[in-house]
């Protein structure tokens, strides 16, 4: 460990015990071209200015923390640029897989899916129309013909008023910008 002030002046065992590494980590810095020796003044061995050489290494350690974070960036990037090339490949396939269904027949028409739902409506609404009839000939040996005959008047109107209401509420929703 170093006491006292700093010299001029130093050799690699003193640099690499301000810098906290191994004079090996100091030689290869110097053969890196990151630290730089120079004769001393006085002649004799090859030298490290101290306070430069100080400063060379965290300008150094600096710019591999820059580079280091830029990299980061750079691979969140690289991280969002696939992530949005895999959410539109999938997208690629439900549309293709949406597209070889409409191919396949497994989706009808709009015009056609209204026709057979209309035709639907029809058939199912004479179907419901006749139950009145058919409930009060169910019920004629338990009930007077003029109970029977309200009982079937009240279940017509209320079988239309259904109907009525929900072929009207398909309507609605087959209007175009009709909201929900």
Request: aromatic share 4%; hydrophobic share 40%.
């Amino acid at each position: 460990m170093l006491t006292g002030t700093v010299p001029e002046w130093a050799n690699s065992t003193a640099i690499a015990q301000l810098l906290g590494k191994t004079t090996r980590r100091i030689q290869q810095l110097t053969q890196d071209g990151i630290l730089k020796t120079e004769v001393p003044p006085g002649g004799g061995a090859r030298k490290y200015r101290t306070c430069d050489t100080i400063q060379r290494y965290i300008d150094h350690v600096e710019r591999k923390a820059q580079e280091i974070g830029e990299g980061g960036r750079l691979a969140e990037l690289n991280l969002k640029k696939l992530e949005a090339e895999v959410a539109l490949k999938e997208s690629q396939g439900s549309l293709h897989r949406l597209k070889t269904a409409i191919a396949e027949g497994k989706y009808l028409p709009a015009e056609q899916a209204t026709e057979e739902l209309a035709e639907f409506m029809t058939a199912f609404q004479k179907f419901a129309m006749t139950i009145p009839a058919r409930m009060a000939g169910a019920m004629s040996g338990y009930a007077d013909a003029i109970t029977i005959r309200n009982a079937q008047k009240a279940i017509r109107k209320e079988l239309e008023t259904m109907l009525t209401a929900y072929v009207d509420a398909m309507q609605v929703e087959d209007t175009p910008g009709a909201e929900p």
